[in-house]
């Protein structure tokens, strides 16, 4: 069975562990790189990132963007939304269509 995974600063993770996914607080790009590639190498199917973690770790993310699993869904921290994730789905949606709709 598949597991689903949560990397970001403590504030903004810990409240999906009370929903029942695993949760990795990361206080550094480096504990989030290495939770990145350990939580993927261990089978999760999806793993949350906050955006603020993202935008520190673009080589990494790029490893992941063509894999089936792990699908990474970039989230909101604390600090408020950075605009990457939105992003990531329009590309995404443009890619499918053809066209931008969103």
Same mark, same amino acid.
């Given at each position: 069975? #598949?597991?689903?995974?949560?990397?970001?600063d403590r504030d903004s993770v810990l409240g999906f562990q009370a929903l029942g996914l695993e949760v990795c607080p990361a206080d550094s790009a480096e504990a989030a790189r290495q939770a990145l590639h350990r939580m993927a190498k261990e089978g999760f199917a999806i793993l949350y990132l906050t955006e603020q973690l993202a %935008?520190? &770790?673009? !080589?990494? /993310? %790029? /490893? #992941?963007?063509?894999? /089936?699993? !792990?699908?990474?869904? &970039?989230? !909101?921290? +604390?600090?408020?939304? &950075?605009?990457?994730?939105?992003?990531?789905? +329009?590309?995404?949606?443009?890619? *499918?269509?053809? *066209?931008?709709? &969103?």
């Open positions: 069975m #598949y597991r689903i995974g949560v990397i970001g %935008a520190q &770790l673009g !080589p990494e /993310l %790029a /490893l #992941y963007q063509e894999e /089936l699993t !792990p699908a990474i869904i &970039l989230i !909101p921290g +604390k600090e408020g939304s &950075l605009g990457i994730g939105m992003a990531n789905v +329009k590309n995404a949606v443009e890619r *499918a269509v053809g *066209a931008d709709i &969103l």
